[in-house]
């Protein structure tokens, strides 16, 4: 195919219409900048969407997991087991209560948290004689990960299971959409996930006293919400039951978050079309990359949020930082997701992790690649990075 020498793809492009734009300035003028009815509402629709009881509506995925691990009462000194490959967030929140970030190895395929890892890492700290008080899965881009594996080693040893959802709204596991299944399900709305808010997050559960504790703690450990206590039919009176934080989501991104949420199933199949076309041209270049895992399980659905792709570094004769570099030459803007958390300074530096103590995630990322997929892509642009992809490959063989 002829190079398409004039185009620039992003890594991603936000799927902002009048809608959001309409929504957010009734919000505005609504007379309610921070929580107010739209928070609320919002909070309803994401919880009949995942099937979830209760759903607090946060400004972060990062204060959803935070106010997660204080629900289910993590304490010093205690672990939380976390994947390698995922983003910062999932194992900082271990910090903040001076509790210990358990860092463990994925599954080749799918690039999930490994249940046979997790179960290893249990025996491990229980032998030298520490306390585990949850893990946290990643549905990393967005394929749900073994959760059935996962509730059974949890249930086995008595812990809690707290799913990072940040790329998996909206995602399936066996029939069940992800935030019907476990303890608790933190939700993004960042700028470039599938639902996007700018900033935003939500904690969904069944549990009734956790997500009252979550919604306190969201709000300087106050005991009514600011929506009521300000209105007319509330009182000035307040108490301070706990050191809190400030975690609670303004009506403007609420508004943006309704619009998003209509739309986030008609976004989810452009991009599993996306995908699809990827993958079947991607089909014959099999000496070079591999797609991404796709579900297997019956009822099972990805969100797509984010495509990886995997180089087989000894039939090329560049490596993955070239490879990027090469793409981005040719207008094709990718990313890498993510750099384990293991080879960080601090967790090097903190736990005395070495790269190949992890190694698949290591070795999977010193191969990925994520390329754009995000609604808006042109079939233009979705040819540029197919044919590019193919230029590379062929122009690197080694
Ligand atoms: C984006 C992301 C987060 C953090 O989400 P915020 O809403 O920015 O706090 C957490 N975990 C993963 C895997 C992410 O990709």
């Not at 190079?3 to 992003?10: G, K, L, S, Y």
């Not at 205690?78 to 967030?89: G, K, L, Y």
């Not at 504790?213 to 000035?236: C, F, T």
Request: some cysteine; charged content about 20%.
């Amino acid at each position: 195919m002829a190079a398409d020498n004039n185009i620039n793809v992003p890594f991603h492009r936000p799927e902002i219409g009048m809608d959001e734009v309409e929504a957010v300035t009734k919000a505005m003028l609504s007379g309610w900048l921070t929580t107010g009815p739209a928070s609320k509402e919002f909070e309803a629709e994401v919880a009949g969407f995942v099937g979830a009881k209760h759903a607090v509506a946060l400004n972060s995925c990062t204060a959803a997991l935070h106010l997660a691990l204080s629900a289910v009462g993590l304490k010093e000194g205690e672990h939380v087991i976390v994947p390698s490959m995922t983003f910062a967030a999932t194992a900082e929140v271990a910090s903040y209560f001076k509790a210990i970030p358990s860092i463990v190895d994925i599954e080749p395929r799918t690039m999930n948290i490994s249940p046979e890892a997790i179960k290893r890492k249990i025996v491990e700290i229980k032998k030298s004689g520490g306390t585990v008080r949850a893990v946290l899965p990643v549905h990393f881009a967005g394929l749900p990960c073994d959760m059935d594996a996962i509730g059974a080693i949890a249930k086995e040893h008595d812990i809690h299971v707290i799913e990072d959802a940040a790329h998996a709204i909206p995602s399936s596991y066996k029939g069940r959409p992800i935030g019907g299944i476990s303890d608790v399900t933190c939700f993004s709305f960042y700028a470039t996930k599938t639902v996007a808010t700018g900033e935003g997050g939500m904690a969904v559960t069944d549990d009734q006293q956790w997500a009252e504790h979550m919604r306190v703690m969201s709000l300087h450990g106050i005991s009514k919400d600011a929506w009521k206590r300000y209105s007319a039919e509330g009182s000035w009176y307040y108490e301070i039951d706990y050191p809190g934080f400030k975690y609670n989501m303004t009506d403007t991104a609420a508004a943006m978050g309704l619009v998003q949420l209509k739309k986030a199933e008609q976004m989810r199949l452009k991009r599993q079309a996306i995908a699809d076309t990827y993958d079947q041209a991607f089909a014959k270049l099999d000496k070079w990359i591999e797609t991404p895992a796709r579900p297997i399980e019956e009822g099972t659905i990805h969100s797509h949020h984010l495509y990886v792709l995997r180089l087989n570094l000894a039939a090329l004769a560049i490596d993955r930082a070239a490879f990027i570099e090469q793409l981005r030459a040719r207008g094709v803007m990718a990313s890498v997701h993510f750099i384990p958390l293991h080879i960080h300074p601090y967790y090097r530096n903190t736990f005395g992790y070495k790269p190949e103590d992890l190694p698949v995630s290591y070795e999977e990322y010193m191969r990925a690649i994520s390329l754009p997929i995000f609604p808006s892509m042109s079939s233009r642009e979705i040819a540029h990075v197919t044919s590019t992809v193919a230029d590379l490959c062929k122009a690197n063989d080694r």
